[in-house]
């Protein structure tokens, strides 16, 4: 029987394990140079280089960093996001920062064409999300730094939480279960994740000739590291067609090639609920609905996303019925569920701690982003392999709250000694360490400050 420990979503304190102190002052110095070259007056931009605007869940990430080096910049990062929020609830996954060139990433703010969009803001956005973590990591950063000041800034962040959760709750659940369907591989965070695979491999690309448009990752990082050009072609395809309808969720169900309930995406929601009934209780509101909301998430991601027969969570392809068979660490996400049954949790675990994954109190490497044993794992593609911060930060932090505290610290240093041997890169080699992606990148210089401080 797994043990309960904390009220939901707060990480418990880790306990001290047997291995030496180490001196990370170094790596703290590194960590706060990174967010502060990536500071961008209100926000903090992932990548100076391959990300010049404000993304939705670095974000969210990002603003747990602040909380342990400025904390007023933990509420303008979450504050100027939300500023961008669309009129049906959608927080955009880009909102374009107006001095930065259209041609400085791809798509930019002329192909995404928000701005003329009804109930869209002034300010230029995509027209897709990213994982609803921000109510997680606002409620999380609080608890880092807490003030009046914070408190004031989490009650003008509450209704802007609420009307994201509305938004993905009703708007797009598409399946009708009472998840969250995503419309793209971007929404998920997880771009090329071989969990899209199946999903993707049926979106025409006609409306996307490669070589119709030019690639801006490439020229900053390796393409070997990078999503191919048809996964690209696949992706700006989606946006066409989404964006043809104007970015309206009605009858998508008819019309969009690629909808798909995310275990991390639904889970992330879940998450939320279990948050905002923190924060609600913080600031003088009612937690209960919150809570009433984050059991029945986590009923549905249950009923719809586990497969008994594998012991993992999987996306659900809703144009087929069918759960996608690859074995990622998507299917690990669910943990961060504070009311998640012992069974998943249990199952979750021996998932997490098989050859594929190699969870341990002492882990050698660093938790991969698809299963080692996989004939497509790619160890340097970018998520068809490589370690990332923000799933390490999550997992652990849902390790904690199912009582495995000794399980978290191990996936915890497994990370932090990546970073402290490569630098704040933004994904890492899961056999080697070595960095990969963009060397200065800030989600993972901020969840390093966040678990340096536990450790
Ligand atoms: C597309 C900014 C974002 C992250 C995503 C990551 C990557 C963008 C890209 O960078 O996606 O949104 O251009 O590849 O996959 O998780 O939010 O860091």
Redesign the pocket.
């Known amino acids: 029987m797994v043990e309960r420990v904390g009220p939901p979503v707060e990480p418990v304190p880790t306990p001290a394990v047997d291995r030496p102190p180490r001196d990370y002052s170094g790596l703290v110095a590194l960590a706060r140079a990174t967010l502060e070259a990536n500071w961008a007056q209100e926000h903090t931009v992932?990548?100076r280089t391959?990300?010049p605007h404000q993304?939705?869940?670095?974000s969210a990430f990002i603003a747990i960093g602040w909380a342990h080096l400025r904390p007023e910049r933990t509420w303008s990062e979450l504050t100027s996001l939300f500023e961008a929020q669309w009129r049906d609830g959608r927080v955009p996954?880009?909102v374009f920062n107006p001095v930065v060139s259209d041609e400085a990433?791809?798509p930019g703010p002329r192909f995404w064409g928000s701005t003329l969009i009804e109930g869209a803001p002034a300010r230029a956005t995509?027209g897709?999300v990213?994982p609803p973590v921000h109510a997680l990591a606002a409620w999380h950063a609080y608890r880092r730094a807490p003030s009046e000041r914070g408190r004031a800034a989490l009650g003008r962040l509450y209704p802007r939480l609420v009307a994201q959760q509305h938004y993905l709750s009703s708007r797009r659940d598409l399946g009708g279960a009472g998840l969250a369907s995503i419309v793209h591989p971007?929404e998920?965070?997880?771009?090329?994740s071989p969990a899209w695979d199946e999903p993707l491999a049926v979106v025409p690309t006609e409306e996307a000739v490669p070589g119709a448009y030019r690639r801006r990752?490439i020229v900053h990082a390796a393409a070997a590291h990078?999503?191919t050009d048809l996964d690209y072609a696949r992706y700006v395809a989606l946006v066409t067609a989404y964006r043809a309808g104007g970015y309206r969720d009605e009858d998508l169900a008819d019309r969009h090639p690629f909808l798909v309930e995310c275990p991390l995406f639904n889970a992330a929601m879940g998450a939320a609920e279990s948050a905002l009934a923190q924060i609600a209780r913080e600031i003088g509101a009612d937690p209960g609905p919150h809570h009433r909301r984050a059991a029945r998430i986590t009923t549905a991601l249950v009923d719809r996303l586990y497969d008994p027969r594998t012991g993992t969570f999987h996306p659900r392809d809703l144009r087929t019925g069918r759960l996608t068979p690859a074995r990622t660490v998507l299917g690990l996400t669910p943990v961060i569920l504070p009311d998640l049954p012992a069974e998943q949790v249990e199952a979750i675990l021996a998932e997490a701690g098989s050859s594929r994954f190699g969870l341990a109190a002492r882990m050698a490497r660093p938790l991969p982003s698809h299963d080692r044993t996989a004939a497509d794992f790619e160890p340097l593609r970018?998520?068809r392999g490589p370690s990332w911060m923000?799933i390490t930060w999550l997992i652990r932090c849902g390790l904690l709250t199912h009582g495995h505290p000794r399980l978290a610290d191990g996936l915890a240093t497994s990370m932090i000694e990546a970073v402290a041997t490569a630098g704040c890169h933004?994904y890492f080699h899961p056999e080697t360490g070595a960095g990969l992606g963009?060397p200065a990148?800030?989600?993972t210089a901020a969840l390093l400050l966040d678990l340096l401080a536990e450790t």
């Open positions: 992932p990548s391959l990300y993304w939705s869940w670095d996954h880009i990433y791809f995509s897709l990213q971007w998920s965070g997880l771009d090329n990752d990078r999503p970018y998520w923000n933004e963009s990148f800030s989600w």
